[in-house]
């Protein structure tokens, strides 16, 4: 085996071998496959893709190349995964729902990848809180909480470590092959008994047309079933961002007012969407629309805030983060609104460019060394369709400098598009796929 004629055979069209694929995956993890040569894995992979059965062993490699997690619980072990959006802070909502409903949820989760926010970079915005765990300690939290949020350790799919950190600084974040090996390497590592993926359309997401993000849906389901774990995913919209804020403290405060205010919206209602699918799949429902209604429940009630609140907890945040929240989470020293350009209706709004101003603010990396500033964003942004006057803030800005907040509001008021006739958004949720 060879690094360079894998990469040459690759770029040349020739798809490797299972038996290749799993020997490149040990290089990323063992080192002996160098940065250089797995940016240009990578980028042949963007360009020339795999089959679906190079798919299945490519993610079947990567999650090989480190330990595979075994559970003894009382109930299924469950997940959620998204294919990255902005403002999309679901799995800190869903989880605790759904160890509120009799789940186990062991999420292995990611920091921001391109304009997206990553779930471990949020959830690290609460002082104290730990994400990166012992196994014993992930699964002492998971049997304390029902659910636990953490990075991947070193053992499990480090092949995927590697390559993860390297399709974002080499422009192949958006290849199919790698997405599917990527998500589902850790996913099935974790030893889950059943899966539900977001996966993302429009302007904020990864996939802009619905073609694409239908491809990828495809993609994940049908390899995840081949290699093993029963899985649905369904296609929901990301032509604007999901929650109203971008940025990690500020979409915290956006899952505590669902969990903790009973704030509705769609947040709010793709959680109890993907939940619905989830419980009916793992037989914890008798169908998605009783799935739907049990989630429904649990965040009404407060069960699940309180499952969130033992989950904190038990990872080093503060005891009584549920009921104190507000003073515990950092904010920005700057915060400014954008007034609306003109009057009228909201009829685009680009997430991308959201999202990239949110990492320019400080929210996220543009280089792998960058730390995370977890107080700065977007918050209060205007939703698709909304009536605007002239001067009406349509978001605010919250930076660590004037001048960042400055270059910020050119950037964020070119995201929107604002015309005279009305519009009706498109609807939440496009597609399920079984």
């Given amino acids: 085996m060879d690094a360079r004629a894998i990469i040459a055979g690759l770029r040349m069209g020739r798809e490797p071998s299972q038996q290749e694929l799993a020997w490149f995956a040990n290089g990323l ?9 797995a940016g240009a894995f990578a980028m042949a992979v963007c360009l020339r893709g ?32 998204s294919t990255g959006g902005v403002g999309d802070c679901v799995s800190l909502v869903l ?27 949020k959830i690290e915005a609460i002082p104290g809180l730990r994400t990166t765990l012992s196994e014993t300690d992930f699964r002492r939290v998971v049997d304390t909480a029902g659910c636990s949020i953490v990075s991947a350790s070193a053992e499990i799919a480090p092949a995927d470590r590697r390559l993860y950190a390297i399709r974002d600084v080499t422009a192949t974040v958006e290849s199919l092959d790698l997405i599917t090996a990527s998500i589902l390497s850790k996913k099935l590592a974790a030893g889950l008994q059943g899966l539900v993926l977001d996966v ?32 649905s995913a369904v296609i929901s919209d990301m032509n604007q961002p999901l929650a109203p804020s971008l940025g990690n403290a500020l979409e915290i405060a956006d899952v505590m007012s669902v969990l903790c205010e009973g704030r509705g919206g769609a947040l709010a209602e793709l959680s109890v969407a993907l939940g619905g ?3 009916a799949n793992a037989a914890l429902a008798k169908d998605v629309d009783a799935g739907c209604a049990a989630i429904a429940e649990v965040l009404a009630d407060g069960r699940a805030a309180e499952r969130f609140g033992r989950m904190i907890a038990a990872m080093g945040g503060p005891v009584t983060f549920t009921e104190n929240w507000r003073r515990f989470l950092p904010e920005a020293t ?16 680009d997430g991308e460019a959201l999202g990239l101003a949110v ?21 209060d942004v205007v939703r698709l369709g909304d009536k605007v006057q002239k001067g009406q803030p349509i978001l605010r800005i919250h930076a660590a400098r004037e001048d960042a907040a400055q270059h910020a509001e050119r950037a964020v008021l070119a995201a929107f598009a604002i015309g005279s006739e009305p519009m009706s958004p498109p609807p939440l949720v496009h597609e399920r796929i079984r």
């Avoid at 679906?52 to 009382?74: F, I, K, N």
């Avoid at 729902?97 to 789940?103: E, H, Q, S």
């Avoid at 280089?367 to 964003?377: A, H, K, L, R």
């Fill in 359 to 379: 990492v320019a603010l400080g929210g996220g990396r543009q280089i792998e060394s960058d730390v995370v500033d977890p107080s700065v964003g977007l918050s």
């Fill in 29 to 37: 993890a063992d080192q002996s496959v160098s940065d250089a040569q």
């Fill in 200 to 231: 993302k359309v429009g302007s904020g997401a990864f996939m802009k047309t619905a073609a694409e993000a239908n491809a990828l849906a495809q993609s994940l389901v049908s390899t995840a079933n081949l290699a093993g774990c029963p899985t």
């Fill in 50 to 81: 795999l089959s679906e059965e190079g798919r299945v062993a490519l993610t079947l490699a990567m999650r090989d190349s480190g330990d595979c997690m075994r559970w003894q619980c009382s109930g299924p072990v469950l997940d959620k995964h």
């Fill in 277 to 279: 699918v989830l419980l």
């Fill in 95 to 121: 989880a605790p729902a759904l160890a509120a409903c009799g789940a186990f949820v062991p999420m292995i989760s990611g920091r921001g990848l391109g304009h997206t926010g990553g779930t471990l970079d």
């Fill in 334 to 349: 700057v915060i400014r609104e954008v007034g609306a350009p003109e009057t009228g209706y909201v009829q685009a709004i």
